[in-house]
Nanobody
Framework: QVQLVESGGGLVQAGGSLTLSCASSEDILRFRSMGWYRQTPGKQRELVASITIGAETDYADSLKGRITISRDNSKDTVSLRMNSLKPEDTAVYYC???????????WGQGTQVTVSS
């Protein structure tokens, strides 16, 4: 069973920055892609950013320019740097890993990010 453990969430003032990290119990080169999603109460989980095994990235339009996703294959970690945070960025952020061929979709337990105005 793959375990994804997020860290780095917390309380930050508007305009501040945070870096979220996701540590995988499995070699991340075994995943087609990894990413970050976020969810607020009553809303669907939405993609924040993803990065493929080939380091191709995809970002939510509403967050482009403020976030950067990166991966460290040697440490089996994926990070999300978020700058210029806004109160509307407040959410639980989840790490995700997808196997090749749709043969698995794994989630971390989530980390809370709260941006105060």
């Amino acid at each position: 069973q793959v375990q994804l453990v997020e860290s780095g969430g917390g309380l930050v003032q508007a305009g501040g920055s945070l870096t979220l990290s996701c540590a995988s119990s499995e070699d991340i080169l075994r995943f087609r892609s990894m990413g970050w999603y976020r969810q607020t109460p009553g809303k669907q989980r939405e993609l924040v950013a993803s990065i493929t095994i080939g380091a191709e990235t995809d970002y939510a339009d509403s967050l482009k320019g403020r976030i950067t996703i990166s991966r460290d294959n040697s440490k089996d970690t994926v990070s999300l740097r978020m700058n210029s945070l806004k109160p509307e960025d407040t959410a639980v952020y989840y790490c995700n890993a997808k196997r090749f061929g749709g043969l698995g979709d794994f989630w971390g337990q989530g980390t809370q990010v709260t941006v105060s105005s």
